[in-house]
């Protein structure tokens, strides 16, 4: 992710079902990697469906100008679900990172040594929270936590720039969501 | 912001007055969001009943003299390509952008470049054009739209701005350029009420002896002024290059990853980008081609750019094409094992 010139270029991806919230925590990360000096270029893909299809997110994060917004293979990979998983483990680089959400993975995968696996059981610490739907967050959290290009502070900071207005009265635990990921990957 | 919310508010800093459209994905997120500025700014929105009342509430709004654009995606532009034939024949101001995604048909909601004929060659019956424009980043979508507006004013045809679901959908940094533009001249032509003056017809039926001839020979002096005064395109590490990519929109961008990958290599490859696509730089092609050099088109289609690219080069310099149609993206992988490929049997 970082050579010798102190040049990064992070490839990430989020994947998901529809509904799990993907979308959001591709956009809250840009909007954080935009609001903290980096380049930042951020492509949804998802079903036609609202709910239920496949969602994902494929971010680019630099301090170089960005070419192709387009991510075959990543260093980190953010896996809310099995089938997620199963399509978009081979992808990771090595030495990568692989945030997976334990509560809907049950198995751990089988994958190059190098790469770093952190199993967070995210829709059971939403639930604890409140709201299963900041599974999200947490994973987030997780991630930014351990990859360290972005605090979770300055991504929860960006957090009412991506909700809805109408939505502002879960800026709270979205925020905590964030930070108890984060938690669960120091400790 | 993502290209599609950038692309409207550039639109309305440029002075939109009107926007008309009917829903369709990859670009949903132009009539959502124009639906609430519009109305905020006191301009008109309306969402049409289908595309082909859109682009008709186009030709009547920019009859009166007003900004007036439409937006949608392939199927969408389609339906719409009777009332652009029309809008070049009365010769009024249009902003048109298509997002495209893949066909034939319905097709599917994934990017595409499967539109490049149907933009470049006018698209719908008789002998027009519309200036095409080819964007590559959310940036470069949100400052065409102002260009596009003075070019539909200054020539008073369609601009077409021709994205993707990839530019449309993606999220970048955007810096909205809010500087006021030179005014235009007066639209003397417009249907604004003919108290003191003689009145304004604008028509694209021409029954008298010759008058459609004429106006015919009128419109094609308009589109050599274009080609010599519009034409634009973005050249990179061309100079030394053995083998040049061609390549324009989104894929541009996936090309450079690829050409700084063969540079690494020690591959001397460079990249042609089109950023009008009609007027296409045929000059500029020509030129570089006057070296011997191998040119690699890449497209989202399976094959239609590369067609002006060979006329442009007449057949001075070897063309190979590599496409991925119907919603599928080359990778940089994919463009980077072309060029290995391509370098490697020349150099035996």
Redesign the interface.
């Known amino acids: 992710m970082q050579d010798a010139n102190n040049n990064f270029y992070e490839e990430i991806l989020i994947a998901g079902f529809g509904g799990q919230g993907i979308l959001l925590a591709g956009?809250l990360l840009?909007q954080a990697a935009?609001k903290t000096g980096h380049?930042?270029?951020?492509?949804?893909?998802y079903g036609?469906e609202v709910r239920g299809g496949t969602a994902n997110c494929m971010l680019v994060m630099s301090n170089q100008p960005i070419?192709?917004?387009?991510v075959?293979s990543c260093n980190s990979l953010i896996a809310m679900n099995k089938a997620s998983l199963d399509k978009f483990a081979p992808c990771i680089k090595s030495a990568g990172l692989l945030i997976m959400n334990s509560s809907l993975i049950d198995e751990m995968p089988k994958l190059d040594k190098s790469i770093e696996i952190l199993a967070v059981p995210a829709d059971e610490i939403a639930v604890e929270l409140g709201n299963q739907k900041v599974a999200n967050m947490v994973v987030l959290g997780a991630y930014l936590q351990r990859r360290g290009v972005i605090s979770p502070d300055a991504a929860a900071a960006c957090m009412e720039d991506v909700i809805a207005k109408h939505h502002h009265r879960t800026v709270p635990i979205n925020t905590q969501a964030i930070h108890k990921g984060a938690e669960f990957a120091r400790t | 912001m993502c290209g599609n919310e950038a692309l409207s508010e550039a639109a309305i800093i440029a002075g939109l007055d009107a926007y008309f459209g009917y829903p369709i994905t990859p670009q949903n997120e132009i009539t959502a969001y124009m639906s609430r500025r519009m109305p905020e700014q006191g301009k008109v929105f309306v969402q049409s009943e289908s595309e082909l009342a859109a682009i008709n509430m186009v030709f009547g709004a920019s009859a009166t003299g007003k900004r007036s654009m439409t937006t949608s995606s392939s199927p969408g532009i389609s339906l719409m390509q009777e009332g652009i034939s029309y809008l070049a024949g009365a010769e009024l101001p249009a902003v048109v952008v298509n997002v495209m995604r893949g066909g034939p048909g319905l097709g599917n909601i994934s990017p595409s470049q499967g539109d490049y004929f149907q933009a470049t060659r006018g698209g719908g019956h008789g002998d027009y054009k519309t200036i095409v424009i080819a964007p590559s980043s959310v940036q470069e979508l949100a400052d065409s739209m102002s260009r596009a507006f003075d070019l539909a004013d200054i020539y008073r045809m369609t601009v077409l701005i021709l994205a993707d679901g990839i530019l449309g959908q993606m999220m970048e940094p955007v810096v909205l350029d809010k500087k006021p533009k030179p005014p235009l001249p007066a639209k003397d032509w417009a249907l604004t009420g003919a108290k003191q003056r003689p009145q304004n017809i604008v028509r694209s039926l021409w029954l008298k002896d010759g008058a459609l001839e004429k106006l015919n020979y009128k419109l094609q002096e308009k589109y050599r002024q274009v080609q010599k005064n519009e034409t634009r395109c973005e050249q990179y590490m061309v100079d030394d290059a053995d083998i040049v990519i061609v390549a324009y929109g989104i894929v541009a961008r996936i090309a450079i990853s690829a050409v700084n990958k063969a540079r690494q290599e020690g591959i001397k490859a460079g990249l042609i980008r089109p950023i009008t696509l009609w007027p296409f730089p045929t000059e500029q092609i020509d030129k570089a081609s006057e070296e011997l050099r191998i040119f690699l088109v890449v497209e989202m289609s399976c094959g239609q750019m590369v067609d002006d690219v060979k006329l442009a080069i007449a057949g001075k310099s070897p063309v190979v094409f590599h496409g991925r149609p119907g919603g599928g993206v080359p990778s940089v992988d994919e463009i980077l094992e072309k060029i290995r490929q391509l370098t490697v049997r020349n150099s035996v």
Not at chain 1, 39 to 45: D, F, L
Not at chain 1, 67 to 70: F, G, I, L, V
């Open positions: 956009k840009a935009m380049e930042v270029t951020c492509m949804p893909s036609a070419a192709s917004p387009m075959v």
